[in-house]
Nanobody
Framework: QVQFVESGGGLVQPGGSLRLSCVAS????????IGWFRQAPGKEREGVSC????????NYADSVKGRFTISRDNTRNTVYLQLNSLKPEDTAVYYC??????????????????WGQGTQVIVSS
């Protein structure tokens, strides 16, 4: 059974940092582009960042460029997202999934019906 488990979210003040992790099981990320997505209350899910299988290609949403950094450790079947200089508008549930990294905006590689529970990020003073 394919499962992506996200963790690392929490409550942080504006300007703070978090590191999110995404561990895949039943799915080998080695040859797959993986992305981070987020969904804020009342909004559509949007792509945040993605990285190609070997890490040679990355893509970031304009709203997070220069603040977020995606990385991956294929030996641990894990993808990370470092969130710096957080803003209240970054508040959302963050998810990971196989992604299309060469499109603008980035997207989910379909079909994908195995969304995890996500990890909640709340940026508030």
């Amino acid at each position: 059974q394919v499962q992506f488990v996200e963790s690392g979210g929490g409550l942080v003040q504006p300007g703070g940092s978090l590191r999110l992790s995404c561990v895949a099981s039943g799915f080998t990320i080695n040859y797959n582009t993986i992305g981070w997505f987020r969904q804020a209350p009342g909004k559509e899910r949007e792509g945040v960042s993605c990285m190609s299988s070997r890490g040679t290609n990355t893509n970031y949403a304009d709203s997070v460029k220069g603040r977020f950094t995606i990385s991956r450790d294929n030996t641990r079947n894990t993808v990370y997202l470092q969130l710096n200089s957080l803003k209240p508008e970054d508040t959302a549930v963050y998810y990971c999934a196989p992604a299309l990294c060469t499109t603008t905006p980035m997207g989910v590689r379909q079909p994908w019906n195995s969304w995890g529970q996500g990890t909640q990020v709340i940026v508030s003073s």
